[in-house]
């Protein structure tokens, strides 16, 4: 059947979200390409030094991340300013933001070989043992800083607009419907996710800022010391709110474009409330559960870090999977690229959180968590979860603009990237099996077989992302282009 779909989305704003998404996606699909090198090299498929394995781990964690959440911060863009007025200058300097500290993180990395992980743990940055100078370690961690500032403009401009509107965060987040009341203005899944996300990035990302401050000057005056332990707890702290927060962001199309294509609306009940509430709180106290092997963390952080890691996937993804669900099920829905990347999504979604809450039961990560099994987890969470919203929302953008984008390379690419890239995450979740270290150059023979199955398989991945941003790249100069179309609101799919 023919679904008219309705986007009340400006021009300005369409055009503006394009290169926001197409750079993410181009910089996703480059750190695909170093993880691929990483994993022909633990295969012996072929031979690269120790030193340039470090340096592209480094960049591939690193790089996967940021171009995930510069793409979902397009999506934010887009979605909540039909509800509240973000500001585009404020967006497009996040977006500049993001280039220089990407430019200035290269140049820590290759000319300057710094190669310590997304991680930087202290005192790494400073004491390297010859391996990196200060100019290294400067670039990267001024890098990673100036990015780290642009997306706190970014996320307090959205706090700002969400607050003018609704009068502040609880309001934001339903508190007057979950305790019975009424609110006074319509509130939308999209602004409930928006503001889940920047309550938790803004405290990311300030503690990111700190300890990133405080390492860059160490650098220059060594008298200046940190608590390793402290440091640790604020780098986890920032890197896990922060990664994960990418799927929230691109949740917030799935809200968005499902009602449009079955006609059904996704509504704001109590229930939908509290799981938002709950996985904002819990978000930001998990990450102890990366520090299951510190015994010198307090012990009830630990057990907290365990519990929550076990709740924290819950509340949100299921009333997202079964709100998927209902308003698919007998719509009629017309699927095509977009709704099938998106659906995928949350499978991808589904199967990322099981392994997580099985590394976050202690035994368990007492032997795992060193291993390939987290790689595994976080490769289905973000890959067929975060990247397939992102390569979703490219597709929708198409179709809003009543581009029909469903050939046959489109169809195969799409089950080729799914099947795929299960592979390559099942490649990992077998390593951790037979406990294959996550972070190591070389590997022993009985773990190569795994390395080399794949790394063959992410050439399927390379290939239909490939196919995925050719599409978009190509016929993206359509978007917001039709001036008298976009007057209308309307657009049919065919």
């Not at 889940?196 to 008298?223: D, E, Q, R, Y």
Request: with cysteine.
């Amino acid at each position: 059947m023919n679904t008219i779909i309705s986007d009340n989305v400006d021009r300005s704003t369409r055009k503006s979200v394009i290169f926001p998404t197409l750079l993410g996606a181009i910089v996703i699909l480059l750190m695909m390409c170093m993880g691929t090198i990483m994993l022909l090299n633990q295969g012996k498929l072929i031979s690269i030094s120790d030193g340039f394995f470090y340096k592209i781990m480094t960049l591939h964690g690193t790089g996967m991340v940021g171009a995930g959440a510069i793409a979902g911060s397009a999506i934010i863009y887009y979605f909540v300013s039909q509800y509240v007025r973000l500001s585009k200058a404020i967006f497009m300097t996040n977006v500049i933001a993001f280039l220089i500290g990407v430019v200035m993180i290269l140049i820590g990395i290759f000319v300057f070989d710094f190669a310590a992980a997304w991680t930087f743990l202290y005192p790494l940055p400073a004491i390297s043992g010859g391996m990196w100078g200060i100019a290294g370690a400067f670039f990267y961690l001024g890098g990673m800083t100036i990015i780290g500032t642009g997306f706190l403009l970014f996320f307090l401009d959205v706090g700002r607009a969400i607050i003018k509107k609704y009068g502040n965060l609880g309001n934001a987040l339903g508190w007057p419907i979950i305790f019975g009341g009424k609110m006074k203005e319509e509130l939308p899944p999209a602004v409930v996710a928006a503001t889940m996300v920047t309550i938790v990035n803004t405290a990311a990302l300030v503690t990111g800022a700190a300890v990133l401050i405080m390492s860059i000057i160490n650098l220059f005056n060594p008298s200046f010391t940190i608590d390793p332990l402290l440091a640790k707890n604020l780098i986890y702290a920032f890197g896990h709110i922060f990664a994960n927060s990418i799927i929230y962001m691109g949740v917030i199309a799935v809200y968005e474009v499902f009602p449009k294509y079955t006609g059904r609306p996704w509504k704001t009940y109590g229930i939908f409330l509290i799981a938002w509430n709950a996985s904002t709180l819990f978000t930001m106290i998990i990450y102890p559960h990366h520090l299951l092997m510190d015994f010198v963390m307090p012990k009830w952080m630990l057990i907290i870090g365990q519990v929550l890691s076990y709740a924290n996937g819950l509340p949100v993804l299921v009333v997202t999977g079964f709100g998927a669900l209902q308003i698919i099920y007998r719509s009629g829905i017309k699927w095509d690229m977009a709704s099938m990347l998106f659906f995928g999504s949350i499978f991808g979604w589904v199967l990322g959180v099981v392994p997580a809450i099985v590394d976050a039961t202690i035994v368990i990560n007492h032997v795992m968590h060193n291993t390939k099994w987290v790689p595994g987890h976080f490769h289905l969470y973000m890959g067929l979860g975060a990247c397939a919203m992102i390569w979703a929302f490219m597709y929708y953008l198409l179709r809003v603009e009543g581009i029909k984008l469903v050939s046959y390379f489109d169809k195969v690419s799409f089950w080729i990237y799914l099947i795929t890239f299960i592979g390559v995450a099942g490649s990992f979740l077998y390593s951790g099996k037979v406990s294959a270290p996550r972070r190591w150059s070389q590997h022993f023979p009985e773990w190569v077989p795994a390395d080399q199955f794949g790394a063959i398989a992410s050439f399927g991945v390379i290939f239909a992302t490939s196919i995925f941003i050719i599409r978009f790249a190509v016929s993206s100069r359509y978007i917001g282009s039709n001036e008298e179309k976009m007057k209308t609101k309307d657009q049919l799919y065919a």
